[in-house]
């Protein structure tokens, strides 16, 4: 299938309208009373924004024209201005590319899993933080775009929206099961709109999905995740972790140079035990440099005992990389090794390949294709300091700037 090519237009200026999902009952009962209208208004508009087909406030008949018409000139009804939708897996894996207000592109994924063995249909959608990544793990096609900008918390529910309305219109009464924070995006650096978004999700009078269904993402944000666990239970932790030695980890998680793994496995054990809730570690398995037996041996050592799941993620190949996804005997060995120890394992196989879908793997085609020398010289240069890690050398690059927080 040939990739959507959806290049960032130019730069625009933001609109400076708030979106409206990103307001609750309260801020937008507080707008309404401010604009002589009664409350109640509130609940048609959250209804027709969550629900329905809506695609400006002009559609929502039970309103009248005139608080429509000022709902327009106050707010936007979505922050995406334009949809672009590509399909895989026979159906089972949507690609969107959302255009914001500014030009920017993010993307989502939906991922339908139909029912088996007694388990019902699930249907997963996966969304951006941020557009691009200040973080820039090399196997990582958001990494390689670098960073652009925090997504506002209309700005990420709107992903969130879109994929309701789909789901909607292809299955009647079809809901969304799960929503995982694993699109573009490190979502520990855009935390307190993540915070919103998360909250305006469980909200029974927008989407009303159990933090139960909730993962997010994160690289190994320390100050952030201690944050959350002063919070209490929001949702599932994930940590990527992909190495548990550091001069690996230095390379494949640049931020790994700022807060090394230790001091990020603590502070996820130390949410573990105060919230009660098993974190899942990620490891995006990479053929020859993180799959060896004195990787899995690392991992072992550092979460025997931990209330923990790891999961073990064959890597989706990226241009500018050398490297592939370490071969299925390898994984299964490598997970072996950790049951053995105790540690639940769960071997995951990737979703939408052939269109850049696989979480994590987004902007693929959006980066453009890099002129032949400058991948040939990235390849190089990956190549020669996974070897030295390898060795158990560590790194002296600094650490990603902007990731201070
Ligand atoms: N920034 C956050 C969340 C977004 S990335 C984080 O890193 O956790 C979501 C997941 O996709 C991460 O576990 C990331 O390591 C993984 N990922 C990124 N690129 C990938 C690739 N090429 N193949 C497989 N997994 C990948
Ligand atoms: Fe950013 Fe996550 Fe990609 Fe790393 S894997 S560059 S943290 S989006």
Known sequence: MQPVVMRPGPAAARD???????????????????????AFRARQIHNALWGGTATAPGDVSTLPRALAESLEASFRWSTVTEDTLVVADGGNTEKALHRLSDGATVESVLMHYPARAGRRARHTLCISSQAGCAV????????ELGFER????AEILDQVRGAVARLARQESGARL???VFMGMGEPLLNLDRVLEAVGALNDRQRLGLGARHITVSTSGVVPGIRRLTALGPQFTLAISLHAARDALRDVL?????????????????????????????EVT????????EADSEAIANLLRGDLAHVNLIPMNPVAHTPWTASP??????FAARLVAVGIPVTIRRN????????CGQLAAERAGALAAPAVAWRRRRLEAASARALRGQRSDEPAPAGVES
Do not use: K
Not at 150 to 153: N, R, S, V
Not at 328 to 333: F, L, N, Q, Y
């Open 351 to 358: 979703r939408g390949q052939e269109i850049g879908a696989a």
């Open 285 to 292: 398995m990479i053929g020859g440099v993180n799959d060896t």
């Open 136 to 143: 820039g793990c090399p196997f990582c096609a958001t990494g």
């Open 328 to 333: 299925m005997p390898v994984i299964e060995a």
């Open 253 to 281: 998680v640049p931020l790994n140079r700022r807060w090394p793994v230790a001091e990020v496995v603590a502070a996820a054990r130390e949410h573990a035990r105060r919230t009660g809730r098993r974190i899942s570690y």
């Open 150 to 153: 925090d997504l506002e918390t």
């Open 177 to 179: 099961t799960n929503i």
């Open 16 to 38: 400076p309208r708030p979106g409206l999902s990103g307001l609750d009952r309260a801020a937008l009962e507080a707008w309404l009373v401010e604009h002589g209208q009664p």
